[in-house]
């Protein structure tokens, strides 16, 4: 069994800065990918970013050149340095790890850009 818990959410006006950070208990494989997905309002949980290795990474078109994934060496823990945040990144952000087919999830950390 893995359980994943976030970190590091909260206000922030646009433009600027957070970092969230999950930690991970259980058996995890480094080898296997952590991420960061977000769910707006009314909206679908979409993929933010993974990583498996620390040059195997994924981001959605909406935060490549503001956001950046990192993985501890051990594989469990995964970090999401947001900056130049916009409105529209206002969500709840889950943690993710998967294992042969199984999604694990983190309960989710709000963040709210917003003057």
């Known amino acids: 069994q893995v359980q994943l818990v976030e970190f590091g959410g909260g206000l922030v006006q646009p433009g600027g800065s957070l970092r969230l950070s999950c930690r991970a208990s259980?058996?995890?494989?480094?080898?296997?990918?952590m991420g960061w997905y977000r769910q707006a309002p009314e909206k679908e949980r979409e993929l933010v970013a993974t990583?498996?290795?620390?040059?195997?990474?994924n981001y959605a078109d909406s935060v490549k050149g503001r956001f950046t994934i990192s993985r501890d060496y051990a594989g469990k823990s995964v970090d999401l340095q947001m900056n130049s945040l916009k409105p529209e990144d206002t969500a709840v952000y889950y943690c993710?790890?998967?294992?042969?087919?199984?999604?694990?999830w983190g309960k989710g950390t709000l963040v709210t850009v917003s003057s």
């Open positions: 993710n790890y998967t294992r042969v087919g199984t999604d694990y």
């Open positions: 990583i498996t290795t620390s040059t195997n990474t």
């Open positions: 259980g058996t995890l494989y480094s080898i296997n990918p």
